[in-house]
Structure formats: C-alpha cells, structure tokens
C-alpha cells in the first residue's frame, strides 16, 4: 500500500450556511509513510469529511501505536472538544479543490513541513472565502453586520483585524526560534526558518519566506525564499508572482544585504548586495565593472540573475547603476540572533 501525501484533523468555523471559513490544523502530517498511511486509510475515508470527538480519539490510539506522536497528540487534543471535527486524507500533491485542502497546505509551510515553491497551490484563491477576521474569530462578510449587532446588545466590543482571504500565520502557528514584531504582517503561508526576526516594517506572504537565521526589515513577496544570512533593510521588497513577476520565482542566496528602500526583482546568489534606494529589474540597464574600476560591458539585470559576489550601486556622479565584483560577506548582528 502507498503513502500517502497528507493527513490532518482540524477543527473548522462554519458560515450559516455550513460552509468553511477556516480550518486549524493542530498538526498538519505529510508523507506520514507506509504505516501510518495504512492505519489513517482504516479509520477515514479519501478527501474531506467529519470526524466525531470519539473517533479522533480512537484514532489518536492507533496513531500512537503506528509511530506517529505528533499526529496522535493532534488528534487527542481535539477529541476534547464537544464538536464534530473535519478530517482531510490527500492521496497526492494536487490542485486545491476545497477550504480545507487549502488550509492544511498553508499550515504545512508555516508549521516548516514544505519550503515555499514546493507545494502544488493551484486554485488557492478561488477555494479561500473572503472573511472578517474579528476578535469574536472568523466571520462570513456577509454575516458580520448581524454578529456586530449581536455583540453590541450584549455590551462588548467586536473589533475586526483584516477583511481578507489569508488570516494571521499566529492564530494558527508559533514556529520556535522567530521574533515577530507585527503578527499581522505575516500571512498564514509563510515560512519562517529558525532565527529569523521580522521587524514592523517587516512582511512575509504565504508560499514565501526566510531559512533562518535572517534580519527581515522589508517585504517578501509570494514565491520568493531567502537564504540563511540574508537581511532584508527597511522598506526593501523582494518581487513575487503576485507583484509583476510573473511566472520568475525570485531567490536570494545566502550572506546577503538588500539596503533600506532597494530592492530586486532577479535573482542573487550568495554575497550580493543591492545598496539602500536601488531597485534591480530584469530590464535594468547595468555597467559592469571589474576590479580595476574599468567598465567591461553593459547587460540587462536578467543576464545577471542568480549570480554570486554581485555589488549592485547607482554612480552618484553618472547616474548609471553599476554591478560590482563584492568579496565581502554580509554579515549578520550575531549577537542579536542568539537570542530568537
């Protein structure tokens, strides 16, 4: 018998109509392998479905028995809630077809199961609704104005966080190792690998993400990784699928330093550095420039994507943006990340 690809119990808030808003998986499992795909196939069926407490304590136990504890654990603690639950069962990595699927796949990246890029999100957007996320948790938009009299007869505030399709990545996930300084600048989706901070100006979009450690003071966008050591200045942005890039995945290597208010929209390879200010795209006219300061030739900033050892800076005198050769190093505030 297979594998399976992946398997999950959650708990879901339903609209008035018991259709899905949102999904929390506990622990998301992927590539479970052979045995534990044979236990989870006896006990529920392929796609989505419902779960009584009862049953997801049963299978808490067979999990536990088949080798896998953090699913167990996952289960045990839902089985304590009084409230049918929602069991997802994926055969394969295929295109998203319901709410569900939709939500275990964010919380595989964010709870660090899957890299960015890796997982197949096709129709994320049309499966995702549009919600109110409020302090009373998820409520449909055309719902809310019915919950907003309800809460005001019974004398309390009901405040709302965001109208949007992607809710904060810490309703759902506290990876270790991170500081976040604005929880509502990371999206659900997103990775963040051990010892990365992300400061106010900070953003990370889903499918998206830092390794760890790294200083974040700007934007990741959807689709672009950066590499262990790279820091992001203030304001900096980083172009994704979703912001003009089209179908180009962009990825920063390692020991790398985009400056406040610069940014790329190619790739770098390790030890690059775009200064603050500057902006590389892929029609970016730039000099080239050896060692010597002489001017080998020009090429567009897609000749270069992807290259190591790259210092990216606009001649103050000319105007012209230049690539220099750049031997050293970025490094990290060491001292700062030790204590993620």
């Known amino acids: 018998m297979s594998e399976l690809f992946g398997f999950g119990i959650g708990h879901a808030t339903f609209n008035r109509a018991g259709v899905p808003l949102e ?9 479970p392998g052979v045995e534990v795909s044979a236990a989870i196939r006896t006990r529920l069926k392929t796609g989505v479905s419902s779960v009584s407490p009862a049953d997801a304590a049963a299978l808490s136990r067979a ?8 699913a167990a654990h996952g289960c045990r603690v839902l089985a304590e809630i009084d409230k049918p639950l929602t069991g997802l069962v994926l055969e394969r990595d295929a295109k998203i077809e319901s709410t569900v699927e939709a939500y275990f ?22 499966q995702l609704p549009n919600v109110a996320w ?51 600048r990371i999206r659900l989706g997103a990775y963040l690998g051990e010892g990365t901070t992300v400061m106010h100006e900070g953003f990370v979009n889903f499918n998206a993400g830092a390794l760890g450690p790294n200083m974040i003071e700007g934007r990741i966008s959807q689709g672009v990784i950066v590499a262990e050591h790279t820091d992001l200045g203030g304001s900096s942005s980083t172009m994704g699928t979703l912001s003009g ?9 390692r020991h790398c330093l985009i400056g406040a208010n610069g ?5 770098l390879g390790d030890r690059c550095t775009i200064e603050a200010g500057l902006y590389i795209t892929a029609g970016t006219v730039v000099d080239i420039i050896d060692e010597d300061r002489n001017k080998v030739r020009t090429a567009k900033g897609r000749e270069l994507s992807g290259a190591s050892d790259m ?23 060491e001292q700062l990340h030790a204590h993620n």
């Not at 809710?167 to 300084?181: N, W």
């Open 134 to 184: 409020t302090s009373d948790g998820a409520i449909d938009v055309s719902e809310f104005e019915a919950a907003l009299l309800a809460a005001r007869r019974a004398g309390r505030p009901l405040t709302v966080h965001s109208l949007d399709k992607f809710p904060r990545m810490t309703d759902y996930v506290i990876p270790s190792g991170v500081r976040i300084a604005d929880a509502a």
């Open 23 to 31: 999904v929390f998986f506990p622990a998301p499992c992927r590539n």
């Open 105 to 126: 796949k964010l919380q595989l990246l964010s709870h660090r199961l899957a890299l960015p890029n890796t997982l197949n999100l096709d129709g994320i957007f049309a």
């Open 63 to 70: 999990l536990e028995d088949a080798g896998a504890a953090d």
């Open 311 to 333: 210092l990216f800076i606009r001649n103050s005198r000319t105007g012209a943006v230049e690539c220099r050769t750049n031997r050293a190093a970025i490094k990290l505030n």
């Open 263 to 267: 940014g790329t929209g190619i790739s």
């Open 245 to 253: 890039g089209g179908n180009i995945k962009v990825s920063i290597g």
